[in-house]
């Protein structure tokens, strides 16, 4: 028996999203009396790879077929159901990503396991039971869930679990074959289109998120909010009604119908704060909204705030982090 | 060409969510309830396919008590020809992907659609589900559908990014925007609605794998602190010194 967790890896490292699950994996192992396996997809080195150590993971799995290094689903489902068998992995973490949602509901099918998505804590297991918290109604409730079969699958949000250090250790690395065929990967994909990211951080990943909405007034004074996020390092988001008129690409779009973000920050610009939007964003561990209107919604759901005019804010938040720095 | 469109009944974006004391379920008092936003994409798109290639049926399905049913009848408003409503309490996502395979394999659909997922219960899981009950192909989260012949071609959102994927029939596809424009019902389509074949069945014997033990609320925030915008630059000395994530 053991704890099996799916490691994303992109050009090489490990996503961060990765690291949190692992940690979360090689907690639930020991709260279990076992130990944590990763089987790492994607495109990994070795070295990287056995850092995961750190996070507390015994033992990675890498096969390094090259065909793997985009998201195949047929492919990463049978490769990680394979590691599974192999491991007698009774639960099998994965990030709440849409590699993680695609592959995970597959698996539940496959290896008749529970599921559930969107988890934002460690499982509490008091009288035999195995629950987990999960965010329900877009970040507007949490829900209490048992998962009820003998196998059971967990995808872990981002940013809701601190990510373990312990500096130096190391896991062995063993390569490991789901002996996948060509139709494995028939649904492959044609072609992989990475986005033109603004400062070249990912918003589903980004630890920093800074956000426009209709107050910016035109996607010509973007800038403002491009320069903010580049003197902190952030990604660059939107609201709706912003994506839905082309001042800013739909892959920007946070809320209900949107992505969804998690960030450690997030600061509004000339975003009222439409309930659809909170959605999207309301885990966030900290929210700052600039907005001239002081009756503005999001003002509710704010830490902190700047009454005023972003067109006179933004240019000073951006000097005050450079001056910092 | 035969679709089948799988639709949830969710509250209104809007709604302010409140729970029955006992805290084990949501509270419907006075809630609106709509077709979820996520399966307007996919049903909407299934119409605008079946009007290109000029044949075909869209058949719109729920899984819920009666109390869904105007929702299926705006469903039909909006184009598609008829329903299937299985009469029970949508328990959980493997629940729900059991009754969706049951009828995907009598009914013999070529496309099977979907919203990317529900907004009250945000499980994302059903479109896997059904694909591997049925042992078809899914594309999840597509942003883009296009089909030709028995081929389709989708756009599928990965972070960071997007892969063009080819599939043939049959397949399952969770849609997002900016699949299409969700359309809405007009006159017509409300009247001749009523008439449309709306057909219930009974669910399978499946049981859920997963409950919910209890439900709860986010803890309320403290309360904004405000920075007077003539001294903006106070606002970054307390995100690195007081709330420590810069």
Redesign the interface.
Known sequence: MSVLVVVEC?GGEV?KSSLEVASYGSQVAQMLGTTATAVAVGEATESNLAKLGEQGIGKVLYDSEPRLK??V??AY?KLIAAAAQKEDAKVIILAN???G??????L???LE??????VVELPKTDGGKF?VKR???????????????DRKIIAVKKNSIEALHEDGKTAPVESFSAQLTDADF??????????D?AGGV????AD?VVSGGRGMKGPENWHLIEDLAKA?GAATACSKPVSDVDWRP??E?VG???ITVSP??YIACGISGA??HL?GV?SS??I??INKDPEAPF???????????VF??LP??T???K??N | MKFLVCISNV?D??TK?T?TPDNKE?NKAGVQFVIN??DEYALTRAIELKEAQGSGTVTVLNVGEADTEPNIRKALAIGADDAIRVNAHPKD??FV?KQIAAIAKDGGYDVILMGKES???????????V???LGI?????A?KLDMSGNTATLE????????????NTPFVASC???MCEPRIPNMRGIMTARTKPLKVVEPTADA???????????PA??G??????EN??E??????NE?K??
């Open positions: 992109d996503k985009d998201f689903n047929g489902t990503s849409n590699i949602a695609a592959v995970g509901s597959r539940s099918i496959r396991a529970s599921l559930a998505t969107n629950v965010g329900a109604f877009s970040g507007k409730a949490f829900a209490d869930v048992e998962l009820e079969s028939a649904d492959a994909p044609k072609q992989v289109i990475m986005q990211q990912l918003l589903p990943e920093l902190l739909h892959h779009h209900q119908t949107g450690n920050l309930i659809q959605a309301n561990k900290v700052v909204v003002f509710k759901a704010a830490d902190y705030g700047i009454v005023g005019d006179d804010v000073k938040l000097e005050a982090v001056q910092l | 509250p974006t809007t969510i729970f949501f936003p996520w996502a493997f992907a907004i009250d219960y945000n499980g994302f899981q059903v479109h896997g589900m694909g591997e009950l192909p899914t594309v999840a989260p942003m599928r959102e990965i972070e960071g990014g997007k892969e063009i994927v080819e599939v997002q925007q900016p859920p794998r997963t409950e919910v033990d209890s439900f709860a609320l986010p925030k403290q904004v602190k405000l920075i007077p915008a903006a630059g606002l970054i000395k307390l995100l690195r709330a994530v810069i």
